[in-house]
């Protein structure tokens, strides 16, 4: 058998054995360089298709080129030179739970172990990966690039994949990601990666929007310790629960099963539907730019969300992937967002208008199973498949944070042309007559905003502000810039609305809990049920300040 | 260019001064439910019921003012939508689609003339909220001047946009912000975009050139 060729190769390290007619033997160390990877590359999907895939000696090159693709160019993209680390017998929780569900059923074998390559920037040898130098063991550890799971499939090949995305995006301009840290350990050694997970899917127990769902899952259970981690039979449990037919062979979620199975996972989550947006004859916004804010709110305050494809008019299958960052900003949309600013009906004469900045957006980070694992794709084309666009979105939400995104604009746009608490009233000595204002909107941890402000805010009095006033655990925030300080994140005000109360309870300036303008700050305590701040603080030289950048890594 | 949101109750005030400053208004004024019905609703998938719906809700709504059904319901518009609603209110070409509809010229369905003129409208608008931004500068520059001229040549659409000799613009104000309009002077009617607005819009039914004397006239849907 392969297999034991694979094996006695391992033990005895003077006796290689070839495969095939290459010259190429399996190692645990494989060292790829700008030299050797076209044939390196190829030999190394093809031994793996060998040995661990499809065991028929037979299959020709082109099958499996085929089938090794996305492999093959995942391997291509990495920066060279690196090391990959193989460990040829790996459990993956996620396929050994579809294992004994369904592929142990089968008629024909399926093999139970998994492979993972993990990925070094640097050349690496043995003896260099098991030092116990401490200096040399911190270098080995800095080059980590991340891992990818090998599975015994023909469809699905890759699993479990965890890749920084620094190493593999090839950006002209800087994305902002979401990512989590996550611990991985081979050979008695613990390695971590900044990484949001990817797999493909095998089309038989799990489908794009099981992928999705168990991507989204994976990130939130490593991330918080609110949630725990599943597996795919868990997840088929809980659609099986709410489906009306059977779910194995899988044939996808509809999103309305997609989001139960959330909230049975401890989530609260919300569905944005496309055709249910309010529609106006007398506005050009249309009902995908309305969602597109939507989706921008939840990424700007980090949470991931799951995105359903359909193609235009309805007819065919959907598709299913996870948002998890966005691009830079859109010369082109800034100019189309400046048309549209907000301005308050009842004093148009006199307000700041109100840029929205979610509109300046156009690229969105993607993991999508369709794809190469991290994609920036502007949001009119976020799938490979032609005239697809975006029709779900499906946000989950932690069990607390009852206002969402398009109330808490709401709220926020009624505030900042409110006649008491207004920019119009707070900055009219900061800033020209009816000068434009610039809006970011995103929820945050009120534990990291107040630890940022802390650390970020000049004036004393203005710290203490932040850090003493009572806050729940999630609060919108809303930054406000002039537009030449955008561009730097430099903020000159914002205000701070609390994410625990529901629209009806919450709409207007019932929500604040704190406002920032210019040399000024003013605070409500939670018995404070009427509109009016329990303090206000003058604030001497209150420059601008930096705008909140913790929910999102930069990558550049 | 900008977006307010306003209720219901404000967009009636706003349409009754645009009623006020249109001439011959008693159009206007006898079908302003089915009016504003078209502003406020959404027939896209061949409603016609909820048209009806709507209409008498707006009936309801100008005899006796309610908070209830529709006064404190928001709407959100456009500073450039609501510039061509007085247009085509103050040009009469609200009043020529009136007629059209009146006269039995409006889809193949039964319909009342007041769901017809709802639907018809509701139509116009969502069309021209669609255009892009050239499409709709001469879309709104033939509309202005449809009183005067419901057929018009290019050269009298060129003479219709700003020049050093008259340099006021019927789109242009303080928040809008355009690449052909520098220092009062639009040059626009120097480019080929011009004619590629107007086959433009004639693909989107909008206009309709007429051959025999190289004008265009306005197309209603049928």
Redesign the interface.
Same mark, same amino acid.
């Given at each position: 058998m392969v297999e034991t060729k694979k094996q006695s190769a391992l033990d005895s390290s003077g006796n290689k054995l070839p495969i095939d007619k290459s010259d190429y033997e399996e190692e645990i160390f494989t060292i790829i360089t700008d030299e050797n990877y076209e044939e390196m590359v190829s030999d190394f999907c093809e031994a793996i298709f060998k040995n661990s895939v499809f065991e028929a000696s037979n299959t020709s090159n082109d099958v499996i080129d085929t089938y090794m693709l996305d492999v093959n160019k995942l391997l291509k993209q990495l920066p060279r030179p690196y090391t990959i680390v193989q460990e040829f017998y790996h459990i993956d929780r996620s396929f050994r739970d579809t294992y004994y569900t369904y592929f142990s059923n089968q008629h024909f074998q399926v093999k139970r172990y998994s492979r993972r390559l993990f990925f070094f920037a640097i050349k690496l040898s043995e003896k260099e990966f098991f030092t116990q130098d401490e200096e040399e063991q911190e270098r080995v550890a800095d080059h980590f690039m991340g891992a990818c799971v090998i599975n015994p499939l023909t469809t699905g090949v890759i699993g479990r994949t965890l890749i920084n995305p620094r190493y593999i995006l090839n950006l002209k301009s800087s994305v902002y990601m979401r990512l989590s840290q996550f611990e991985l350990n081979i050979y008695g050694k613990k390695f971590n990666v900044d990484a949001f997970p990817y797999r493909m899917q095998d089309e038989e127990t799990m489908r794009c929007a099981e992928v999705s769902l168990l991507n989204l899952l994976e990130y939130y259970a490593n991330s918080y310790h609110d949630y725990r981690s599943v597996v795919p039979s868990e997840i088929l449990e809980n659609e099986k629960r709410h489906s009306h037919e059977r779910v194995l062979p899988s044939r996808g979620i509809s999103y309305p099963i997609l989001t139960k199975v959330l909230s049975e996972f401890g989530f609260s989550p919300r569905l944005y539907n496309l055709s249910s947006i309010? %529609?106006? *004859?007398? *506005?050009? @916004?249309t009902q995908e730019d309305e969602l597109k804010r939507c989706l921008h709110y939840y990424i700007e305050s980090g949470i991931p969300v799951a995105l359903n494809l359909l193609p235009i008019g309805n007819n065919g299958s959907g598709h299913s992937m996870v948002c998890i960052g966005h691009g830079s900003v859109s010369k082109e949309l800034v %100019?189309k967002a400046?048309?549209? %600013?907000? @301005?308050?009906?009842d004093n %148009?004469e006199h307000c700041h208008?109100l840029i929205n900045s979610a509109d300046f957006y156009e690229d969105y980070v993607v993991v999508d199973d369709n794809q190469p694992v991290y994609q920036v794709r502007p949001f009119q084309h976020l799938s490979l498949y032609p005239d697809m666009r975006v029709e779900n979105i499906a946000v989950p939400l932690y069990k607390r944070m009852f206002l969402d995104a398009s109330d808490a604009a709401a709220i926020v746009?009624s505030i900042l042309h409110h006649k008491q608490f207004g920019i119009d009233v707070w900055s009219d000595n900061f800033l020209n007559e009816k000068e434009d204002v610039i809006i970011r909107l995103f929820m945050a941890s009120s534990r990291s905003l107040k630890n940022f402000r802390l650390n970020t805010l000049e004036n004393i009095y203005a710290k203490e502000a932040y850090v003493i006033v009572p806050m729940p655990r999630f609060v919108w925030v809303c930054e406000l810039y002039r537009v030449e300080n955008y561009e730097d994140l430099k903020a000159f005000g914002e205000i701070v609305i609390d994410a625990t109360s529901a629209f009806g309870r919450g709409h207007s300036a019932c929500s604040l809990i704190l406002m920032h303008y210019p040399n000024v700050i003013g605070i409500r305590y939670p018995e404070q049920t009427t509109p009016e701040f329990d303090e206000m603080i003058e604030l001497e030289n209150d420059g601008l300040f930096e705008g909140y950048r913790k929910n999102l890594q930069k990558i550049t | 260019?900008?977006? #307010? #949101?306003?209720s219901y109750r404000?967009l009636e005030k706003l349409f009754d001064q645009y009623i006020a400053e249109t001439p011959n208004n008693s159009q206007l004024l006898e079908h302003k439910a089915e009016i504003l019905a078209?502003?406020?609703?959404?027939y896209?998938q061949g409603n016609w019921d909820s048209a009806n719906e709507m209409i008498s809700l707006w009936e309801n709504q100008i005899d006796k003012p309610s908070q209830l059904l529709l006064g404190s319901r928001y709407?959100?518009?456009?500073?450039?939508?609501?510039d061509f609603?007085k247009v085509s209110c103050t040009s009469g070409l609200i009043d020529a689609l009136i007629v059209y509809v009146s006269q039995g010229s409006f889809t193949g369905f039964t319909v009342s003339v007041g769901t017809g003129i709802a639907v018809a409208l509701?139509e116009l608008?969502?069309t021209v909220?669609?255009l892009d931004d050239w499409d709709f500068c001469v879309y709104m520059q033939a509309a202005t001047h449809f009183r005067e001229y419901s057929e018009f040549t290019i050269d009298e659409l060129k003479s219709w946009l700003p020049s050093v000799a008259h340099p006021d613009c019927n789109m242009h104000n303080s928040?809008?912000?355009c690449d052909y309009l520098v220092a009062g002077n639009c040059t626009f009617n120097q480019t080929p975009k011009i004619e590629e607005a107007l086959k433009s819009l004639y693909g989107k039914g909008l206009l309709l050139p007429i051959k025999e004397n190289l004008k265009y006239g306005f197309k209603f849907k049928k």
């Open positions: 309010d %529609k106006y *004859s007398l *506005s050009q @916004i %100019k400046r048309r549209n %600013k907000w @301005i308050s009906w %148009k208008p746009r | 260019m900008a977006e #307010y #949101y306003i404000e078209a502003l406020t609703g959404d896209e709407i959100r518009v456009q500073q450039i939508m609501l609603l509701w608008f969502t909220k669609k928040t809008w912000h």
